[in-house]
């Protein structure tokens, strides 16, 4: 979800609004007075226009990304603090759930006129439609027990009040199924083994927009992630008394290989794991809790070759193939359990699991640049943070099937 930014300036005794709009967007604010909204589109001329009054509440629309609004009294306030949504889990904001997974979705109104009013909102999880009289100043907020569905992942919820009908939020929501990890008998990884492993677990997919890290791209021109066939991957996992095995297709136009020095930096699959047995999806990393890269094969070599990676804490306990395919590049891996202390894999063992994908596409110096991430279930802060990360289901050969 896009938002704008938004600065309040006072100078010579007048109050002015300078706002960076991501996209086209209403601008309303509360407030007297007539002021002028100045919008200024890239490579257009810019336009004014006068904010209309509209149920007691100031109304525009402005294209951006930059947009000055002058004329506003000391008493002028933003809509957003109005009628606000947000999904929590045990009082902290989530952007992103497990299929099934119990949150509250956080519903804040406030009433910043004069005169007292009611409030009336209806959406998921409400019977019906909700309503509350608020005082001048007065604030409510509303914990709604909702259970995370893939089916329904944005959830709208409307307010109704004296001031406006049908005014709306919505929390759009990223809700995951848990990966499963099929049982094998045996899994070959090593470079000279000649056929592709065969897993019939289903894919992990790590495709879309709201999966991209946004606040990374190249800061010199602007470019970020131009799509699937830009970037993206399709995982699939396996185990057996040995190890954890991950098979995965990466799409990449352009492999710039990440060095082991600085795996963070160039093409590479970062796979997080969580094996504890007591503090599974604690926040706090600890033994049991692996960050890997996993890096992208060298272009210019044909064939499978060795796995290079990298990891903290661990320097052992990983063993693997990759090759340069059609579109990509294609990598083979072995994690071995001996990275999971007190784990005792069997069927239903459930794991934390969490997989990102880093694009370079061009050096910088000599160096790979990171331009673009893509993060199948958390955020950018993965690598600190392992409640973000989804789960892995160990599962028999036939329950996936």
């Known amino acids: 979800e896009q938002k704008a930014t938004g600065y309040w300036v006072k100078g010579d005794g007048k109050y002015y609004l300078l706002l960076d709009l991501p996209a086209p967007a209403t601008v309303q604010l509360i407030g007297a007075g007539e002021p002028m909204l100045w919008d200024f589109p890239t ?54 759930l497990m299929d099934g997974q119990a949150f509250e979705a956080v519903i804040r109104m406030s009433n910043p006129f004069a005169t007292a009013g009611v409030y009336t909102v209806s959406g998921p999880g409400l019977p019906g439609k909700k309503a509350a009289s608020l005082a001048p100043g007065e604030e409510t907020i509303l914990r709604v027990p909702v259970t995370a569905s893939v089916n329904n992942p944005r959830m709208e919820y409307q307010l109704d009040s004296f001031f406006a009908a049908g005014y ?41 927009e709201q999966q991209r890290v946004k606040d990374l791209y190249d800061l010199a021109t602007g470019k970020a992630w131009d799509g699937p066939e830009d970037l993206s991957g399709a995982l699939q996992f396996a185990w057996n008394e040995k190890g954890l095995y991950v098979q995965a297709r ?29 503090d599974l999806g604690d926040q706090l990393y600890g033994k049991g809790v692996h960050h890997l890269f996993l890096l992208a094969p060298d272009p210019a070599k044909p064939g499978w070759q060795p796995l290079k990676w990298a990891s903290w804490p661990s320097e052992k306990g990983v063993t693997g193939r990759a090759k340069v395919v059609d579109g990509g590049y294609m990598i083979e891996a072995e994690i071995n359990w001996s990275l999971f202390p007190g784990l005792k894999p069997a069927p239903g ?5 969490d997989v990102a994908l880093d694009d370079a596409d061009y050096l910088k110096g000599d160096s790979p640049l990171r331009i673009t991430q893509l993060v199948w279930h958390g955020t950018g802060n993965d690598f600190h943070d392992a409640s973000l990360f989804g789960l892995l289901a160990l599962d028999t050969a036939a329950a996936v099937q």
């Open 168 to 208: 709306r939020r919505t929390v759009n929501i990223q809700v995951s199924t848990p990966a499963r990890a099929a049982y094998v008998s045996t899994v070959a990884v090593q470079p000279e083994a000649a056929l592709e492993n065969k897993f019939s677990a289903p894919k992990v997919t790590v495709d879309r």
């Open 349 to 353: 063992v459930p794991m934390g699991m």
């Open 43 to 96: 490579l257009k001329k810019p336009v004014n226009s006068r904010l209309e009054m509209k149920n007691g509440v100031l109304d525009g629309h402005a294209e951006g990304p930059v947009v000055l609004v002058t004329g506003l009294g000391a008493d002028a306030k933003p809509m957003a603090g109005v009628f606000n949504v947000s999904a929590e889990v045990k009082g902290a904001p989530v952007k992103s």
């Open 250 to 278: 990466i799409t990449d136009n352009k492999i710039v290989p990440a060095v082991v020095g600085r795996p963070w930096e160039g093409d590479a699959i970062e796979l997080f794991v969580d094996g504890r047995t007591k």
